[in-house]
């Protein structure tokens, strides 16, 4: 059984465009998170989920939308794609905020390619 | 300067070498400490973590926080080939919320 799970595992799509990834987890964790990493392997957070209400927003442009329809779920909605927006994005969860032995369980990601 | 600071590699070492693996960071608040593994096409899974100062062993890993020196470094014993992934380290100040993660170092171990 896959923990966390998110589609499309590829996404390749002209500038301009808008496209979502979806992700579900079966884990039964509160928190859930979007994060990006680039072509170095660097790995940001993006937003932080928990019980459907936001608490971490990083910088990130406000093309980048996030959605959370239940506890269960985090989407994630790009307007205007750009070719900068290339990236892996991995979604994650865990089970409470602020709580430091509750390990992120990261899906497989969204290799997501601009052209 | 990076918040946290980790030698991308790559590292190549044979099979059974004792792996070295280090991070620097610059935030005196950092006081959880993790280590992630990440295969190749997969997303980072937990491998350690410590609280504060101190060493923690799990099997063939072990982890350890100098604080007052600002470095953490995860040892590998008896190496495989299966260690073959990018290593990552984590820390933040409080909770899984707001990780800053290394930039990851590529290992390679060569039969």
């Known amino acids: 059984d896959t923990a966390v799970s998110q589609t499309p595992k590829y996404l390749v799509t002209q500038m301009g465009n808008d496209k979502s990834i979806k992700c579900e987890q079966n884990l039964g964790h509160d928190t859930m998170y979007w994060y990006k990493q680039d072509s170095k392997k660097f790995l940001k957070i993006m937003f932080s989920y928990n019980n459907k209400e936001l608490i971490i927003n990083e910088t990130v442009p406000n093309r980048f939308s996030p959605k959370s329809p239940d506890k269960a779920h985090l989407n994630l909605h790009i307007n205007s794609l750009e070719l900068g927006d290339s990236a892996v994005y991995f979604c994650?969860?865990?089970?409470?905020?602020?709580?430091?032995?509750?390990?992120?369980?990261f899906g497989n990601g969204t290799r997501l390619t601009v052209t | 300067q990076k918040e946290v600071e980790q030698d991308p590699g790559p590292l190549s070492v044979p099979e059974g070498a004792i792996v070295s693996l280090n991070c620097t960071y610059s935030n005196s608040a950092f006081q959880y400490f993790m280590w992630y593994r990440q295969y190749s096409r997969k997303g980072p899974e937990l491998l350690m973590y410590?609280?504060?100062?101190g060493n923690k062993e799990d099997g063939r890993f072990t982890a350890q926080v100098d604080k007052s020196s600002k470095y953490i470094s995860l040892f590998i014993r008896d190496s495989q080939p299966s260690d073959s992934a990018t290593y990552l380290c984590?820390?933040?100040?409080?909770?899984?919320?707001?990780?800053?993660f290394g930039q990851g170092t590529r290992l390679t171990i060569n039969p």
């Open positions: 410590t609280y504060s100062s």
């Open positions: 994650a969860s865990s089970q409470a905020k602020g709580s430091y032995n509750s390990p992120l369980h």
């Open positions: 984590a820390m933040s100040a409080g909770g899984a919320q707001k990780l800053v």
